[in-house]
């Protein structure tokens, strides 16, 4: 079956909106392998990375850009790695070192001194510790990373690796109501190569009715590692690379609660069944529920507390059965391994429809 996946990144979404805004251009942006694009909003502790709705400090809801003596402080750490940055913090000095590609940086909390290659900066407040999280200035963050900066009046922030052009006021509220909401937009499909209609036989192989082609599906995720050896987004279980690093993975901290990934079919539709590809499936019984929601807020619990077989490298199929539903949220649990008990780490889902709907 031919992969849908959400090809329209926010960062299109930003390419084509922004007009007449206000911006800061930083230094020339460096080359990363980390985020292209992120938004922001003052007081909201979610943030779009590229394409995908993500958690600020999964654990702890209060930790957001705010607003302290009229500058707009960020959480460094998450813009940093984000972005490919490796963040290093030394607790004796209370000072943070920042690498990204050939740039360091170097600063201190309390301090509004900070270090770009060894040359003196100055911030406007101090870096400082909020919420056991360090925050710095905007301005400080988009220097050190040599980012550029939009933002508007209501909170809005958004960073990107590329200059932004023209705004679109409908777009801007959009995704002020997506960070807000945690909820990604509704996007149109992306104009799609017409089916080649070259095939000498025609009506040889009839589509299984049972597959009609979904809409486009995003995916997001309570929360995604991203370390040396990988950065382990919740749309990797969509890019059909059933490669071991293709995989969505995150860690539980808390017994009672799990950490999930959440598929918008972008339209309501009658659902069969998912496949799930786990990471070592062969090894590995994962642990996780699987709930469905027709808006996205109240879910259905369809299985609870269900595993993997733990014997099959590949997919394997869960029932799910419900028309009508557009969510659907796989909650995981950790798995049995003694080496990695927290971790849900999925490779690969595919949705399977049960008619068109
Ligand atoms: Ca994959």
């Not at 329209?8 to 922004?18: A, D, E, G, P």
């Not at 206000?22 to 990363?32: G, H, L, N, Y």
């Not at 070592?280 to 507390?305: C, H, M, N, W």
Request: no cysteine; glycine share 6%.
């Amino acid at each position: 079956m031919k992969k849908s996946i959400s090809v329209i990144t926010i960062l299109v979404m930003v390419l084509s909106m922004l007009s007449g805004a206000v911006f800061v251009s930083a230094e020339e942006a460096t080359p990363t392998t980390g985020a292209e694009v992120m938004a922001l909003l003052i007081g909201s502790s979610n943030a779009i990375i590229d394409d995908t709705m993500a958690m600020i400090d999964p654990d702890n809801e209060n930790v957001t850009p705010i607003i302290v003596e009229d500058r707009t402080l960020v959480p460094l750490r998450f813009i940093s790695e984000s972005f490919g940055a490796e963040v290093a913090w030394d607790g004796e000095t209370r000072s943070i070192t920042l690498t990204l590609d050939d740039i360091e940086v170097k600063m201190a909390i309390d301090s509004n001194e900070y270090y770009i290659n060894g040359e003196l900066n100055e911030m406007d407040v101090p870096a400082q510790i909020i919420e056991e999280r360090t925050l710095i200035p905007l301005r400080a963050m988009v220097e050190s990373l040599g980012k550029n900066v939009f933002w508007d009046s209501r909170g809005l922030i958004i960073i990107s690796t590329d200059v932004m052009p023209e705004a679109d006021e409908d777009d801007l509220a959009a995704m002020i109501e997506a960070i807000s909401t945690g909820v990604m937009p509704e996007l149109p499909e992306p104009s799609e190569e017409p089916e080649p209609s070259e095939s000498p036989e025609p009506s040889e192989s009839p589509e299984p009715s049972e597959s009609p082609e979904p809409a486009v599906i995003t995916v997001t995720a309570s929360k995604y590692e991203i370390a040396d050896h990988g950065t382990y987004l919740p749309e990797n279980t969509l890019d059909g690379d059933m490669s071991d690093g293709s995989s969505w993975r995150a860690e539980y901290e808390d017994e009672s609660d799990g950490e999930w990934i959440m598929f918008d079919l972008g339209e309501v539709r009658d659902v069969a069944s998912i496949d799930i590809a786990f990471f070592k499936g062969a090894e590995r019984k994962y642990k996780f529920d699987i709930l469905v929601s027709v808006d996205g807020k109240e879910f259905t619990a369809v299985s609870t507390g269900i595993t993997n077989s733990g014997n099959i490298d590949g997919m394997e199929t869960y029932e799910i059965d419900e028309e009508g539903i557009r969510f659907i949220k796989i909650v995981g649990y950790g798995n049995d391994s003694p080496g990695a008990p927290k971790w849900t780490n999925i490779i690969e889902v595919e949705l399977l429809f049960s008619s068109q709907s």
